[in-house]
């Protein structure tokens, strides 16, 4: 099947300020893609330029089969978005905002919205001017989901949430999924993207420097272990040579090591095979300890 999303050395500078550079990207029907970075990587930027709210300077784009700057409204009328910067009619009651974005696309299923908001827990009958933070997103989202779209772009969708809110929220994206609707999904909040994203892709100032799945994602993370020998280890770095080793540190009189490995540990296992190991702990590694492994530096082994 043709991708829903579709990118090609898609290219935007503000001035002399990069925006996004050289980024090919495909999103696949029914699934949800997480486009993951640090604030000022280029998110909100891929995003406007899906949208046709801005123009490229190179490269192409087409969404739901569309080039985006030919078919922007038919676009538009399939795809469900939430801007990561809300501006909302003030004087408008939530209910009355609905109505009118509803009359703008011409459609409105009164019983979708119903489930939406209850999920949500908004009340739709105060003004925009007396919501909270929270409740302006929740408002925010309700527009997004209630015609059902093909195809939704969520700009940090999380912002004021509260935890049992996100919660809700993400079941509703994998309704949205399994009923094979996609999701792009743009957030800097690491543990969000994991818990529903089905792949990734990172973008560091500007440019897409790696697409993965959750699970090849995290396969590169760093794990923390915690090693405790019977004795203390004499001699030299017992840990040398091993690639997978980032860090090594030696404590406790030599009989306590602390180790980061980055993907797999099996060669950190079987070396500890010719030591006697009175225990070992492994903290999991997690997208974020993956995703920071793109920005740090490697860090020295040190078994001082």
């Known amino acids: 099947m043709e991708p829903v999303i579709h990118t090609q050395g898609l290219t935007k500078y503000y001035g002399k300020v990069l925006g996004v550079q050289n980024l090919d990207l495909e999103v696949q029907p029914g699934e949800i893609f997480g486009f993951i970075g640090p604030n000022g990587a280029g998110k909100s930027t891929t995003i406007r330029l899906l949208l046709d709210l801005i123009r ?13 700057a030919a078919s922007s409204r038919a676009i538009r009328r399939r795809v469900g978005y939430l801007p990561g910067e809300l501006a909302l009619f003030e004087s408008m009651t939530g209910r009355q905002l609905l109505d009118f974005v509803s009359a703008l696309r011409g459609s409105k299923p009164p019983a979708l919205v119903a489930s939406i908001v209850d999920a949500l827990d908004l009340d739709l009958d105060r003004k925009v001017r007396n919501y909270s933070s929270g409740n302006r997103q929740k408002l925010a989202i309700t527009q997004a989901l209630m015609h ?5 772009i969520l700009d940090e969708p999380t912002n004021s949430l509260d935890p049992l809110i996100q919660q809700v929220l993400h079941g509703l994206l994998a309704e949205a999924r399994d009923e094979g609707r996609s999701v792009f999904l743009s957030s800097h909040v690491l543990p969000e993207v994991e818990r529903v994203a089905d792949r990734v892709g990172i973008i560091r100032n500007g440019e897409l420097v790696a697409i993965e799945s959750i699970a090849g994602l995290k396969a590169r993370a760093v ?82």
């Open 56 to 68: 490229p300077d190179a490269g192409t784009a087409r969404v739901l089969g569309m080039d985006v």
């Open 223 to 304: 794990h923390r272990l915690e090693v405790r020998f019977a004795e203390p280890i004499s001699g030299d770095d017992p840990f040398a040579g091993i690639d997978t080793v980032r860090a090594a540190e030696l404590a406790d009189g030599r009989r306590i090591a602390h180790l980061l490995v980055e993907g797999s540990v099996d060669a950190v296992v079987k070396r500890l095979a010719s030591f006697t190991v009175e225990s070992l702990v492994s903290h999991d590694a997690d997208l974020e300890e993956a995703f920071l492994a793109y920005y740090a530096p490697a860090e020295p082994v040190d078994a001082a």
């Open 148 to 152: 059902r779209p093909d195809l939704l």
